[in-house]
């Protein structure tokens, strides 16, 4: 599974024993994988501040998953064709060990061997300037991203406009890579030639009868350009003079004259557009995907940070000073067990807030002073990690 579950308990000998028994039974039943998580010692400040912290710290939570997800799903629009391999770039690389930062590093290898980035995040500055660093750096990468993305959808929102006209039918498609110069009878004053749409099943019946739906068409003039599916786009001379006259005529017949005027600039114009389009798509994919690749991984190794953090905070909180706590993180083996493996955390750690752990068999109780739905509040700390982010 790609879920994990960040707790913690007092640092005392009676809460260590009750997590070894945590370990102990979720080992034996198989219910999950559990390992210890490092959270280093921060400037714990007043209590105050780590209230006001704490939520910050939800918000600037919830800002961070969402980024990381919107990252993660424009990874998947960007390589469009090459989805199969979007994992290869949604990694934490340069999140661990140094001797690890030039491996590629899978989402779940960084969280089970997390590490708190000194060099990043220095635990000798106020916890505030901590989460104010983590806060400036998300916004950053979310500014970027949709700068970037902005000017990359707009470019392929034109590009797919060109390409409906492409692939559209004789009525609506775009004729400049279709018609050439020789179709045409141009620059005559008296002669024009004109473009109709004629359905399949009445082919024999434009041959027979276009050059008498209207007096003054040139015998013989029509030739078949392009057919699809529904029909065949013919030319056909005549005299200017006719035109209106010819065109009624032909709509009496179910023969449609598609309005076109041959001008060899736009259709210039017009083709030069689509291969710059494509040109710059092409030049400007790289990049995108090495700026989404990069910054996917910082902001991922930020979030991870930030639940580390709000670790800190709330067992402080909890559990009260001097700081003494043990993380942990567990990775549930499947889903069918989460049940099982919860009713195993809340019978061991039962002690830690009694009114909490029966609050949750009976969710009509309320637990005084707490804001948060009593689904989410546990006797221990508890925070959920899920790393299925393309769902």
């Not at 000998?13 to 994988?33: D, I």
């Not at 690389?93 to 960084?110: A, H, Q, V």
């Not at 030739?223 to 001379?237: A, N, P, Q, R, S």
Request: a neutral charge; one cysteine or more.
């Amino acid at each position: 599974m790609s879920e994990f579950w960040l707790i913690s308990a007092p640092g005392d000998k009676e809460n260590l024993q009750a997590l070894e028994r945590m370990n102990m039974v979720t080992s034996k039943s198989n219910l999950s994988h559990n390992t210890k998580f490092a959270i280093p010692d921060f400037k714990v400040g007043t209590l105050d501040s780590l209230v006001g912290l704490s939520d910050e710290l939800g918000k600037l939570d919830t800002f961070a998953e969402s980024l990381i997800r919107r990252m993660a799903q424009t990874v998947v629009e960007v390589m469009e064709d090459a989805r199969g391999k979007v994992q290869e770039n949604l990694l934490a690389n340069g999140g661990l060990k140094e001797k690890m930062k030039c491996l590629k590093i899978d989402l779940t290898s960084f969280v089970t061997h997390f590490e708190w980035d000194m060099a990043k995040y220095p635990t000798k500055q106020p916890l505030v300037n901590v989460v104010d660093t983590l806060a400036k750096q998300l916004a950053q990468i979310e500014s970027d991203l949709k700068a970037r993305t902005a000017a990359y959808n707009t470019l392929k929102m034109n590009l797919e406009n060109l390409e409906k006209k492409s692939n559209g039918n004789l009525f609506t498609r775009t004729l400049s890579d279709i018609v050439s110069k020789e179709d045409f009878v141009l620059d005559s004053e008296y002669l024009v030639t004109l473009l109709v749409i004629v359905p399949k099943q009445n082919y024999a019946q434009w041959q027979k009868t276009y050059e008498s739906l209207s007096d003054m068409v040139v015998p013989r003039s029509t030739k078949l350009i392009t057919e699809d599916k529904e029909g065949g786009l013919f030319t056909v001379t005549l005299f200017r003079k006719v035109i209106d006259d010819f065109k009624t005529k032909a709509k009496e017949n179910k023969f449609t004259v598609r309005e076109f005027c041959y001008d060899e600039k736009e259709i210039k114009r017009e083709r030069e557009e689509m291969t710059r389009l494509l040109s710059d798509k092409k030049q400007q994919y790289g990049p995108l995907l090495r700026w989404l690749k990069v910054n996917f991984s910082e902001a991922f190794i930020a979030w991870v940070h930030i639940k580390a953090l709000r670790v800190f905070v709330e067992s402080v909180l909890r559990y009260g000073l001097p700081v003494n706590f043990q993380a942990v993180l567990l990775q549930p083996h499947k889903k069918s067990s989460t049940k099982r493996l919860r009713e195993v955390l809340n019978s061991v750690f039962r002690h830690l807030d009694e009114v909490a752990a029966a609050s949750i068999l009976d969710a009509s109780v309320e637990i005084p002073g707490l804001q948060l739905n009593n689904q989410d509040y546990f006797p221990y700390v508890y925070f959920h990690i899920d790393l299925s982010l393309l769902d």
